[in-house]
């Protein structure tokens, strides 16, 4: 190991140790979401986790993410425990979530300025990831003008130029056409490969698990847990179709589908007492 290896290890990994999330319904039952998990990410992984419909994929992004407390367990960033939301960790949701009063630009820049960031370094930084995904042209527009697939490209922008650790991604493609959410994966695996920040995907589609994975992990039925961790090598250069063609990929994919399958038609776990 170099020293300066060694003087500034990697950052972006994640940890959770028995982590688990009950939630306590009006009428004061007990609902286990997420049973004690223990996983580890590793600094530039991209991980993405699949599986049946309330299986509890969010709530562990939304506990990593600090939105949601864990019930059980512990997580870490680099060592530090999660207690809430922080700058180490930027969030892509399903919806943009943009401020239609700015223009894609401000709101492109908007977490390094609301972080004190000088306007000279903020606006290189915008540019450069307005550039990244092609919207460049569309700076001075607003998020209203932009279709719906800019807008997802506009929110990573966004989350890239505040420059976190760790990107969290809740299905954020899910709303989109075949086409542009092609392209968006594509466009993704390409700014993944040019930062190596740490991801972890959340995503109901098979096909796009294992085309954007290093990591698949597949979780059960609630309460959830991962019943599956499949690693993803691949090979790099590849096209979209040509890898989506590869009997190496079909393989992973049916054995993901398989697995999800399963969890699926596996019977319910007893209600917490």
Same mark, same amino acid.
């Given at each position: 190991?170099?020293?300066?290896? *060694?003087?500034?290890p990697p950052s972006g990994a994640v940890a959770? /140790? !028995?982590? =688990? $999330?009950?939630? @306590?319904? +009006?009428?004061?039952?007990?609902?286990?979401?997420?049973?004690?998990?223990?996983?580890?990410? *590793?600094?530039?992984?991209?991980?993405?986790?699949?599986?049946? /419909? !309330?299986? =509890? $994929?969010?709530? @562990?992004? +939304?506990?990593?993410?600090?939105?949601?407390?864990?019930?059980?367990?512990?997580?870490?960033?680099?060592?530090?425990?999660?207690?809430?939301?922080?700058?180490?960790? !930027?969030?892509?949701?399903?919806?943009?979530?943009?401020l239609p009063w700015l223009t894609v630009r401000?709101?492109?820049?908007?977490?390094?300025?609301l972080r004190g960031v000088p306007a000279a370094?903020?606006?290189?930084?915008?540019?450069?990831?307005?550039?990244?995904?092609?919207?460049?042209?569309?700076?001075?527009?607003?998020?209203?003008?932009?279709?719906?697939?800019?807008?997802?490209?506009?929110?990573?922008?966004?989350?890239?130029?505040?420059?976190?650790?760790?990107?969290?991604?809740?299905?954020?493609?899910?709303?989109?056409?075949?086409?542009?959410?092609?392209?968006?994966?594509?466009?993704?695996?390409?700014?993944?490969?040019?930062?190596?920040?740490?991801?972890?995907?959340?995503?109901?589609?098979?096909?796009?698990?294992?085309?954007?994975?290093?990591?698949?992990?597949?979780?059960?039925?609630?309460?959830?847990?991962?019943?599956?961790?499949?690693?993803?090598?691949?090979?790099?250069?590849?096209?979209?179709?040509?890898?989506?063609?590869?009997?190496?990929?079909?393989?992973?994919?049916?054995?993901?589908?398989?697995?999800?399958?399963?969890?699926?038609?596996?019977?319910?776990?007893?209600?917490?007492?």
């Open positions: 190991m170099s020293a300066v290896t *060694a003087a500034h959770l /140790s !028995g982590v =688990g $999330k009950t939630y @306590v319904t +009006d009428s004061g039952t007990s609902v286990e979401a997420v049973a004690p998990t223990d996983l580890s990410i *590793a600094p530039g992984e991209f991980v993405c986790v699949v599986g049946p /419909s !309330g299986c =509890g $994929k969010s709530t @562990v992004m +939304d506990m990593v993410a600090g939105f949601l407390a864990p019930t059980a367990g512990r997580i870490t960033v680099d060592g530090r425990p999660v207690t809430g939301p922080g700058a180490e960790r !930027g969030v892509v949701f399903q919806q943009p979530n943009l401000a709101n492109v820049e908007l977490g390094p300025r370094v903020r606006r290189a930084r915008a540019e450069h990831f307005l550039a990244l995904v092609g919207l460049e042209q569309f700076a001075d527009r607003k998020p209203y003008e932009l279709s719906g697939g800019m807008q997802q490209r506009c929110q990573i922008a966004r989350v890239l130029t505040n420059d976190p650790e760790i990107i969290l991604m809740d299905e954020p493609f899910g709303a989109l056409d075949a086409l542009t959410r092609e392209r968006m994966q594509n466009e993704l695996l390409a700014i993944w490969r040019e930062g190596r920040k740490t991801v972890l995907f959340i995503t109901h589609d098979v096909d796009e698990a294992v085309f954007l994975g290093t990591r698949v992990l597949v979780m059960s039925a609630r309460p959830g847990r991962v019943v599956l961790d499949l690693p993803v090598q691949l090979g790099g250069g590849w096209a979209g179709a040509e890898l989506r063609s590869l009997p190496q990929f079909v393989q992973l994919r049916d054995r993901v589908g398989a697995a999800i399958t399963a969890a699926h038609d596996a019977p319910p776990a007893t209600p917490a007492p």
